[in-house]
Antibody, heavy 113, light 112 residues
Framework: EVQVVESGGDLVQPGGSLRLSCVGS????????LNWVRQAPGKGLEFVAN????????RHLDSVEGRFTISRDDAKNSLYLHMNSLRRDDTAVYYC??????WGRGTLVTVSS | DVVMTQSPFSLTVTLGQSASISCRSS???????????LSWYQQRPGQSPRHLIS???NRDSGVPDRFSGSGSGTDFTLTISRVEAEDIGVYYC?????????FGQGTKLEIK
Protein backbone atom coordinates (compact mmCIF):
# COMPACT_ATOMS: atom_id res chain seq x y z
CA GLU A 1 0.00 0.00 0.00
CA VAL A 2 1.29 3.44 -0.92
CA GLN A 3 1.48 5.90 1.97
CA VAL A 4 2.66 9.48 2.06
CA VAL A 5 2.92 11.28 5.39
CA GLU A 6 3.69 14.94 5.93
CA SER A 7 4.93 16.42 9.19
CA GLY A 8 6.44 19.59 10.59
CA GLY A 9 3.45 21.91 10.50
CA ASP A 10 3.06 24.17 13.53
CA LEU A 11 1.97 27.56 14.83
CA VAL A 12 4.74 30.05 14.12
CA GLN A 13 5.09 33.80 14.44
CA PRO A 14 5.43 36.03 11.39
CA GLY A 15 9.06 36.05 10.28
CA GLY A 16 9.63 32.57 11.69
CA SER A 17 10.86 29.38 10.07
CA LEU A 18 9.68 25.80 9.67
CA ARG A 19 10.81 22.68 7.86
CA LEU A 20 8.12 20.42 6.44
CA SER A 21 8.89 16.78 5.72
CA CYS A 22 7.17 14.16 3.61
CA VAL A 23 8.02 10.47 3.78
CA GLY A 24 6.73 7.83 1.43
CA SER A 25 6.35 4.08 1.63
CA UNK A 26 5.26 1.63 -1.01
CA UNK A 27 6.56 3.93 -3.73
CA UNK A 28 10.02 4.88 -4.97
CA UNK A 29 10.57 8.63 -4.85
CA UNK A 30 13.66 8.69 -7.04
CA UNK A 31 11.71 8.27 -10.29
CA UNK A 32 9.15 10.95 -9.53
CA UNK A 33 8.65 14.68 -9.72
CA LEU A 34 7.83 15.70 -6.15
CA ASN A 35 5.55 18.58 -5.29
CA TRP A 36 4.24 20.77 -2.51
CA VAL A 37 0.71 22.14 -2.84
CA ARG A 38 -1.05 24.28 -0.25
CA GLN A 39 -4.62 25.12 0.63
CA ALA A 40 -5.44 28.15 2.74
CA PRO A 41 -8.44 27.75 5.08
CA GLY A 42 -11.64 27.55 3.05
CA LYS A 43 -9.76 28.25 -0.20
CA GLY A 44 -8.61 26.38 -3.29
CA LEU A 45 -5.38 24.61 -4.16
CA GLU A 46 -2.11 26.37 -4.96
CA PHE A 47 1.08 24.82 -6.31
CA VAL A 48 4.01 25.96 -4.17
CA ALA A 49 7.10 24.16 -5.46
CA ASN A 50 8.34 21.10 -7.29
CA UNK A 51 11.59 19.26 -7.87
CA UNK A 52 12.68 17.04 -10.73
CA UNK A 53 13.96 13.47 -10.31
CA UNK A 54 17.63 13.81 -9.38
CA UNK A 55 17.07 17.31 -8.01
CA UNK A 56 18.64 19.22 -10.93
CA UNK A 57 15.60 21.45 -11.35
CA UNK A 58 13.64 23.09 -8.56
CA ARG A 59 10.81 25.54 -9.13
CA HIS A 60 9.06 27.77 -6.64
CA LEU A 61 5.98 29.96 -6.81
CA ASP A 62 7.00 33.62 -7.19
CA SER A 63 5.43 34.59 -3.87
CA VAL A 64 7.64 32.12 -1.98
CA GLU A 65 10.81 32.47 -4.08
CA GLY A 66 13.75 33.34 -1.85
CA ARG A 67 11.84 32.34 1.27
CA PHE A 68 11.01 28.65 0.66
CA THR A 69 13.31 25.94 -0.65
CA ILE A 70 12.26 22.49 -1.80
CA SER A 71 14.69 19.61 -1.47
CA ARG A 72 14.67 15.83 -1.65
CA ASP A 73 16.56 12.87 -0.20
CA ASP A 74 15.79 9.85 -2.33
CA ALA A 75 17.81 7.54 -0.10
CA LYS A 76 15.28 8.31 2.63
CA ASN A 77 12.31 8.49 0.27
CA SER A 78 11.77 11.99 1.61
CA LEU A 79 10.80 15.44 0.44
CA TYR A 80 11.28 18.68 2.35
CA LEU A 81 10.15 22.28 2.28
CA HIS A 82 12.32 24.74 4.14
CA MET A 83 10.24 27.81 4.95
CA ASN A 84 11.76 31.09 6.13
CA SER A 85 10.39 34.61 6.67
CA LEU A 86 6.90 33.19 7.05
CA ARG A 87 3.98 35.54 6.49
CA ARG A 88 0.37 35.39 7.62
CA ASP A 89 -0.74 34.57 4.07
CA ASP A 90 1.40 31.40 4.15
CA THR A 91 -1.14 29.92 6.57
CA ALA A 92 -2.44 26.75 4.93
CA VAL A 93 -2.51 22.99 4.88
CA TYR A 94 0.57 21.89 2.96
CA TYR A 95 0.24 18.73 0.91
CA CYS A 96 3.00 16.55 -0.49
CA UNK A 97 2.11 15.20 -3.93
CA UNK A 98 4.05 12.44 -5.64
CA UNK A 99 4.01 12.76 -9.39
CA UNK A 100 0.65 14.31 -9.98
CA UNK A 101 -1.40 11.50 -8.50
CA UNK A 102 -0.52 10.60 -4.91
CA TRP A 103 -1.36 12.99 -2.11
CA GLY A 104 -0.62 12.93 1.59
CA ARG A 105 -3.06 14.05 4.25
CA GLY A 106 -1.33 17.39 4.69
CA THR A 107 0.24 19.29 7.55
CA LEU A 108 -1.13 22.58 8.91
CA VAL A 109 1.06 25.67 9.02
CA THR A 110 -0.38 28.59 10.95
CA VAL A 111 1.45 31.91 10.89
CA SER A 112 0.15 34.17 13.60
CA SER A 113 1.32 36.29 16.50
CA ASP B 1 0.61 32.78 -14.99
CA VAL B 2 -1.91 30.59 -16.82
CA VAL B 3 -5.37 31.20 -15.44
CA MET B 4 -7.71 28.24 -15.16
CA THR B 5 -11.37 29.23 -15.04
CA GLN B 6 -13.94 26.68 -13.94
CA SER B 7 -17.69 26.91 -14.29
CA PRO B 8 -20.04 26.69 -12.61
CA PHE B 9 -18.85 27.64 -9.11
CA SER B 10 -21.35 25.18 -7.69
CA LEU B 11 -23.63 22.52 -9.03
CA THR B 12 -26.61 20.72 -7.47
CA VAL B 13 -27.55 17.46 -9.11
CA THR B 14 -30.21 14.82 -8.51
CA LEU B 15 -28.91 11.35 -7.72
CA GLY B 16 -28.57 9.35 -10.91
CA GLN B 17 -28.39 12.41 -13.15
CA SER B 18 -25.29 13.71 -14.95
CA ALA B 19 -23.03 16.62 -14.01
CA SER B 20 -20.63 18.55 -16.22
CA ILE B 21 -17.86 20.88 -15.11
CA SER B 22 -16.08 23.18 -17.52
CA CYS B 23 -12.46 24.28 -17.27
CA ARG B 24 -10.95 26.90 -19.56
CA SER B 25 -7.27 27.80 -19.70
CA SER B 26 -5.91 31.21 -20.68
CA UNK B 27 -3.30 29.52 -22.91
CA UNK B 28 -3.25 26.36 -24.96
CA UNK B 29 -2.13 23.28 -23.02
CA UNK B 30 -1.25 21.27 -26.13
CA UNK B 31 2.39 20.25 -26.47
CA UNK B 32 3.91 19.87 -29.94
CA UNK B 33 3.86 16.10 -29.39
CA UNK B 34 0.08 16.25 -28.98
CA UNK B 35 0.12 15.62 -25.24
CA UNK B 36 -2.22 17.83 -23.25
CA UNK B 37 -1.24 18.52 -19.66
CA LEU B 38 -4.59 18.79 -17.92
CA SER B 39 -5.72 16.79 -14.87
CA TRP B 40 -8.82 16.63 -12.70
CA TYR B 41 -9.05 16.11 -8.94
CA GLN B 42 -11.84 15.47 -6.47
CA GLN B 43 -11.71 16.72 -2.88
CA ARG B 44 -14.37 15.25 -0.61
CA PRO B 45 -15.25 17.15 2.56
CA GLY B 46 -12.46 16.90 5.12
CA GLN B 47 -10.19 14.87 2.83
CA SER B 48 -7.11 15.37 0.72
CA PRO B 49 -7.55 15.80 -3.02
CA ARG B 50 -7.76 12.63 -5.06
CA HIS B 51 -6.47 12.32 -8.61
CA LEU B 52 -9.19 11.36 -11.08
CA ILE B 53 -7.98 12.00 -14.63
CA SER B 54 -4.71 12.93 -16.32
CA UNK B 55 -3.98 14.18 -19.85
CA UNK B 56 -7.60 15.23 -20.31
CA UNK B 57 -9.19 11.79 -20.41
CA ASN B 58 -7.03 9.06 -18.78
CA ARG B 59 -8.80 7.82 -15.66
CA ASP B 60 -6.66 6.81 -12.70
CA SER B 61 -6.93 3.20 -11.55
CA GLY B 62 -9.88 2.72 -9.23
CA VAL B 63 -11.78 5.72 -10.58
CA PRO B 64 -15.28 4.64 -11.69
CA ASP B 65 -16.00 4.85 -15.39
CA ARG B 66 -18.83 7.24 -14.53
CA PHE B 67 -16.09 9.88 -14.59
CA SER B 68 -14.90 11.00 -18.00
CA GLY B 69 -12.83 13.86 -19.33
CA SER B 70 -12.79 15.53 -22.70
CA GLY B 71 -11.57 18.63 -24.49
CA SER B 72 -8.59 20.11 -26.26
CA GLY B 73 -6.67 23.31 -26.67
CA THR B 74 -8.08 25.57 -23.99
CA ASP B 75 -11.51 24.05 -23.23
CA PHE B 76 -12.02 20.96 -21.11
CA THR B 77 -14.91 19.17 -19.46
CA LEU B 78 -15.29 16.70 -16.62
CA THR B 79 -18.50 14.71 -16.86
CA ILE B 80 -19.93 12.58 -14.07
CA SER B 81 -22.70 10.34 -15.30
CA ARG B 82 -25.17 8.73 -12.88
CA VAL B 83 -24.10 10.88 -9.93
CA GLU B 84 -23.89 9.05 -6.60
CA ALA B 85 -23.92 10.39 -3.03
CA GLU B 86 -20.17 9.70 -2.67
CA ASP B 87 -19.44 12.17 -5.49
CA ILE B 88 -20.11 15.24 -3.34
CA GLY B 89 -17.13 17.52 -2.92
CA VAL B 90 -15.09 20.07 -4.80
CA TYR B 91 -13.59 19.34 -8.21
CA TYR B 92 -10.46 21.04 -9.51
CA CYS B 93 -8.74 21.10 -12.87
CA UNK B 94 -4.96 21.54 -13.03
CA UNK B 95 -2.70 22.58 -15.88
CA UNK B 96 0.83 21.20 -15.59
CA UNK B 97 2.27 22.43 -18.87
CA UNK B 98 3.45 25.83 -17.63
CA UNK B 99 5.15 26.84 -14.43
CA UNK B 100 3.67 27.67 -12.06
CA UNK B 101 1.22 24.84 -12.46
CA UNK B 102 -2.20 26.29 -11.72
CA PHE B 103 -5.52 24.95 -10.50
CA GLY B 104 -8.99 26.16 -11.31
CA GLN B 105 -10.84 27.77 -8.42
CA GLY B 106 -12.92 24.65 -7.85
CA THR B 107 -16.51 23.56 -8.49
CA LYS B 108 -18.59 22.36 -5.56
CA LEU B 109 -20.91 19.45 -6.33
CA GLU B 110 -23.92 18.93 -4.11
CA ILE B 111 -26.74 16.44 -4.26
CA LYS B 112 -30.34 17.55 -4.43
Amino acid sequence: EVQVVESGGDLVQPGGSLRLSCVGSGITFSDQWLNWVRQAPGKGLEFVANIKPGGSLRRHLDSVEGRFTISRDDAKNSLYLHMNSLRRDDTAVYYCMIGLTIWGRGTLVTVSS
Amino acid sequence: DVVMTQSPFSLTVTLGQSASISCRSSQSLVQSSGNIFLSWYQQRPGQSPRHLISQVSNRDSGVPDRFSGSGSGTDFTLTISRVEAEDIGVYYCLQYYYWPHTFGQGTKLEIK
